[in-house]
């Protein structure tokens, strides 16, 4: 019998079967499958999970290995959580004021636009047209991404609708 899930990154359907298993990695997206934007506390365990961490040998209640769960860690964990989550709100209001709002190509959060430039080149004309694909100087938009921090450039407004009126064939 095959299992299917829906990949939380992509919305992709996946479809294994049993002797291959699950898979770990999205084979559409390569984003890992477990763990999307979650975070395991531990508030809500059964009793069954606390006794799996209880030692009999020294009578007392073994501590998790995970660093969320870590006394020393949880403070750093604390004011970073509240510090993202204030940032989610403030990058989702821009994204929404944006024109466009392109995803990061790689890991596919929106992107904020950062600003515009005007770039001069000296073009190169192509044999097919006779001509460049665009006229020097011409602008473009800088976004980044709030979450992996790449940067993604590409054609302000303008600009592509002058390429596209070079690339269209007179008639």
């Not at 084979?27 to 809500?44: A, F, K, V, W």
Request: contains cysteine.
């Amino acid at each position: 019998m095959e299992e299917q899930t829906i990949c939380p990154w992509c919305d992709t359907e996946i479809v294994w079967d049993e002797e291959i298993g699950p898979e770990k990695h999205c084979p559409h997206c390569e984003n890992e499958l477990s763990g999307y934007r979650t975070m395991q506390i531990g508030i809500d365990r059964d009793e069954d999970e606390q006794d799996d961490n209880w030692d009999g040998k020294q009578g007392k209640q073994q501590q998790p290995q995970d660093d969320a769960y870590n006394d020393d860690s949880n403070e750093g964990f604390r004011q970073m959580n509240v510090s993202w989550l204030a940032a989610e709100a403030t990058i989702r209001q821009i994204t929404d004021g944006q024109d466009e709002a392109p995803e990061c190509p790689s890991c596919r959060e929106y992107m904020l636009e950062a600003g515009k430039q005007t770039v001069s080149l000296l073009p190169t004309v192509h044999a097919v047209t006779g001509k460049p694909i665009i006229q020097s100087p011409f602008e473009t938009i800088t976004y980044i991404c709030p979450s992996c921090f790449q940067t993604s450039t590409v054609l302000g407004e303008s600009s592509r609708k002058q390429m596209l009126e070079l690339l269209a064939p007179k008639e």
